[in-house]
């Protein structure tokens, strides 16, 4: 089961302003990852569903850190049926992540008091959405749907929704501040952050460092 409540999940995203994303089969390299990113300063991170077993991995990496930094939440990314979401779940993901809408996922993420976050892609799913209570909107992806001016134009009419894009954000202070200055609660990001020149250097300050320069700039833009 989940180790923290929808609310803390939420209102730690939308504190923080950055939800790191990333995939790697070797349990060990994954745990790296997730240190040099929880020591640049992320919280929230999203381990996406997207290679055989991916699951296995998963239960290593949670097992190890709810002893080694029990304050961290990791949520499990990619998840298009209710039922990997369920084993996800009972294998202790902390919130659900998906490319696309579920109405399935989400009620069953409600029974559980899970946070879900789903790919949204149109005003109208972003309503569907909140409507089956989802807090927190993935917009994925990001710049193929009109950049931080989709954004705006959903929030328009909507002004209370809560947007996290997810897809064309870049690990620059220029990217960051559009999306911002448009309206997002918080930002997914994944190979722009957790760098593929970097994971195979083994550079973990690499990353420790781009992940506290982001979460700087974001909190630099908000003021």
């Known amino acids: 089961m989940a180790r923290f409540s929808r609310v803390h999940v939420w209102s730690t995203m939308e504190s923080l302003g950055l939800v790191p994303l990333f995939y790697h089969g070797d349990a060990g390299i994954a745990m790296r990852i997730i240190e040099a990113l929880a020591a640049g300063g992320a919280k929230v991170v999203e381990f996406t569903n997207r290679g055989d077993r991916a699951f296995e991995v998963f239960r290593e990496v949670v097992v190890h850190f709810e002893e ?18 369920g084993l996800y779940i009972n294998l202790g993901a902390s919130f659900v992540v998906g490319s696309v809408m579920n109405a ?20 109208s799913e972003v309503s569907y959405a909140e409507e089956l209570g989802v807090e927190i909107c993935k917009i994925f992806p990001g710049s193929e749907l009109g950049g931080p001016g989709f954004v705006k134009a959903i929030l ?19 990217s960051l501040k559009g999306w911002f200055d448009a309206g997002v609660v918080c930002v997914g990001m994944g190979s722009a952050l957790v760098r593929n020149d970097l994971i195979k ?11 506290a320069q982001c979460l700087a700039w974001i909190q630099e833009i908000r003021g």
């Not at 399935?104 to 005003?123: I, S």
Request: proline share 9%.
């Open 156 to 174: 328009g009419p909507t002004p209370w929704s809560r947007l996290m894009p997810t897809g064309g954000v870049s690990a620059t202070r220029e």
């Open 201 to 211: 250097a083994h550079d973990w300050q690499g990353v420790t460092d781009l992940t």
């Open 104 to 123: 399935e996922v989400a009620r069953l993420c409600n029974r559980r008091k899970v946070a879900y976050f789903p790919g949204c892609a149109t005003a």
């Open 68 to 85: 080694s930094n029990p304050d961290l939440i990791i949520g499990a990314g990619s998840i298009l049926d209710p039922v990997t979401a």
